[in-house]
């Protein structure tokens, strides 16, 4: 059983940066694939980042390259999702998650998820 809680989130200009965080429980937390995905409202989930098990492995939605980066952290079971010159456009709930498929970038291929946290990025 893995346990996610997401931080980081908040109100942005657009240009600015956030760092999201997500904590991890679980001894066999480097065993998993994390990923990011975000929600705005009216729209489905979708996929935003994903740093396989062996951390070496990243995949990044198009719509994010060059702008987001995902990594583990020093900090033991940490995941964060570095955002650099946010744009309106990425305001929405962003949710981490954890999972068994090798760079998945479906939600169908995470077994857990944690609850969102809110980015919201202003004109």
């Known amino acids: 059983q893995v346990q996610l809680l997401e931080s980081g989130g908040g109100l942005v200009q657009a240009g600015g940066s956030l760092r999201l965080s997500c904590a991890a429980s679980g001894r066999t937390f480097n065993s998993y694939t994390m990923g990011w995905f975000r929600q705005a409202p009216g729209k489905e989930r979708e996929f935003v980042a994903v740093?396989?098990?062996?951390?070496?492995?990243?995949y990044y939605a198009d719509s994010v390259k060059g702008r987001f980066t995902i990594s583990r952290g020093n900090v033991q079971n940490t995941v964060y999702l570095q955002m650099n010159s946010l744009k309106p456009e990425d305001t929405a709930v962003y949710y981490c998650?954890?999972?068994?498929?090798?760079?998945?970038?479906?939600?169908?291929?995470?077994?857990?998820w944690g609850q969102g946290t809110q980015v919201t990025v202003s004109l």
């Open positions: 998650a954890a999972g068994r498929s090798t760079l998945g970038r479906s939600w169908h291929d995470y077994d857990y």
């Open positions: 740093l396989n098990s062996s951390g070496g492995g990243t």
